[in-house]
């Protein structure tokens, strides 16, 4: 009875791993892949212009959602891959949306960007750090892919290289 028992619970376990293994399967090392159907939160963040925005305005787009600040080393260091990214990718399928945690918003990451050549990545500011919170943040720099539909579909904590080839792949093949 006990064999049967944890044959089952073994069974079920790998059941579940295949399910989420699936879909990380063409994912770069590093990337947590989340199961379908969370839902990206509907916190309010702001725009370069200080306009209230969400995660869902991007729907119908990837979104390589980065959560930075300008105090972060790491964050700095990765911010032209993020740019290089946001030109490389098509920009009618893709958007790449670096949303700074500083608590003085655009005014202190606008300037930032500016002082470190970042001339096509678009400035979002969250100084409240909610949406950090709301995503489940557990440091920074932190990317969120958001899925065409407003899922969340993976995490990456820490700096990367974003315009490498195994991320670009990645993020191609998640197009649908």
Known sequence: ???????VGLCFLALSALYS????????KGFEIFNRGVVAPKTIFFDGNGA????????GKIAVLNLWATWCVPCAKEMP???????????????????????GGTAISKPFLDRIGMRSLA???DPTGRLYRDLGGRGIPATF??????DLVARFEGAAEWDEPGIVDFLLSLKR
């Open 21 to 28: 293994i699936s879909l990380a399967d063409p994912a770069p």
């Open 145 to 150: 892919i958001v899925g065409q539909n407003g």
């Open 52 to 59: 209230p925005t969400t995660i869902g305005q991007f729907n």
């Open 1 to 7: 009875m006990r064999r049967s028992i944890l044959a």
């Open 123 to 125: 400035v979002y500011a």
């Open 81 to 103: 891959s993020l740019e290089r990214l946001s030109v490389r990718l098509p920009s009618e399928a893709f958007v790449v949306v670096a949303v700074s945690q500083d608590k």
